[in-house]
Structures are given as structure tokens and as C-alpha cells.
């Protein structure tokens, strides 16, 4: 007999759903500092060239949720000899995802962002081959994440160089 959770019958529609109101949660961290203190911050630091508008973030995360919510249905779902390993490593993914505008809008620290984001990274390739060993299907669920850390820790690793950083007291190391 197998038991399906509740997360594990839900609809695509119904995870994408989920997945919009995750991310909306995800911003929640951000709202604390003013949109003037958040266009004046992210104008004075020094983006990378290859940088995306910054509008493109929040689509960016809605589509990784919703694949991670796919993934977080699967796990439960199924029976499979990594579950628990699977389970801390996605939440590690949402620990990060929730505390991300914090680190970056309140803290204003390029270089905690960069580690958060390689971080998730990390964790995100992680969870893409444990799963992999199991499900296959299952691991694809990881690979948007996996693509847009590996991208945004790029983006993330310029601007810790490239500016200072108030919660560490140290100067752009490279200028």
C-alpha cells in the first residue's frame, strides 16, 4: 500500500501556485527596507556587465520553487534510500531562499550574498545527484536551480569583489 501526501496529489497549477506565494514569502525579508533604500543600494554597487534586469529575479525564483516544490512532492512520495539526506538539503535550499533578501537588502552585504548563493549551489547540485542515484526524474527537478545559482553566483561573486561590504568592514577588493 502506498501513501501519497498531501503535497505529493497536488496539481501543477496548484504547485504553481504555491510556488507564487513562496516567492512572494521569499521577498517578505526585503519589504523591511524602503524601495528608495533598495534602488539606491542596488544603483551604487558595481553590477557585473552580464548582469540580468533586476525584474527577471522574481520569474527566475517562481519557476525554481515550482520545480523545487515537484521535487519536495517526489521525496515524500516516494520510498527511496536518501530521503532524509534529500529532506535536509531542501531545507537548506529554503533557509537560504527565505534569508537571501535579508543578507542582501538589510545587511547590504555582497559578500554573505556571495556565499549564500554559492551555498545554494552547493546544495542545489548536492540534492541533483543524491536524487539522480535514485530517480532520474526526480534529479531534473533540481536542474533549473542548479543552472540559475550557478549563473547568479557568477553575478554574486563579481559584486563581492568589485564592492565593499559594511557587515565585513573591508573595501572593494578589487577596483
Do not use: C, H
Not at 521577498?27 to 534602488?39: D, N, P, T, Y
Not at 512520495?77 to 533557509?95: M, S, T, V
Not at 536542474?143 to 540559475?148: D, H, N, S, T
Request: hydrophobic share 55%.
Amino acid at each position: 500500500m502506498q501513501q501519497y501526501t498531501a503535497i505529493g496529489k497536488l496539481k501543477w497549477w496548484q504547485i504553481a501556485l504555491i510556488a507564487v506565494a513562496a516567492s512572494a514569502l521569499g521577498g517578505i525579508s526585503a519589504l523591511m527596507s524602503s524601495k528608495k533604500q533598495k534602488k539606491v543600494y542596488t544603483d551604487k554597487l558595481e553590477q557585473a556587465p552580464w548582469a540580468p534586469p533586476a525584474w527577471l529575479f522574481a520569474p527566475a525564483w517562481t519557476v525554481n520553487n515550482f520545480f523545487l516544490i515537484r521535487a519536495l512532492g517526489a521525496i515524500m512520495e516516494k520510498d527511496i534510500p536518501q530521503k532524509r539526506k534529500l529532506l535536509l538539503l531542501q531545507a537548506g535550499i529554503w533557509a537560504i531562499f527565505f534569508s537571501f533578501n535579508f543578507i542582501y537588502f538589510r545587511k547590504k552585504s555582497p559578500i554573505l550574498a556571495a556565499i549564500w548563493t554559492m551555498s545554494d549551489n552547493v546544495l542545489a547540485i548536492a540534492s541533483m545527484l543524491i536524487s539522480a542515484r535514485a530517480d532520474k526524474k526526480l534529479s531534473l527537478n533540481y536542474l533549473p536551480l542548479v543552472v540559475w545559482t550557478s549563473f547568479a553566483s557568477t553575478l554574486a561573486d563579481y559584486q563581492a569583489v568589485k564592492n565593499p561590504d559594511p557587515v565585513f568592514k573591508t573595501k572593494a577588493l578589487l577596483n
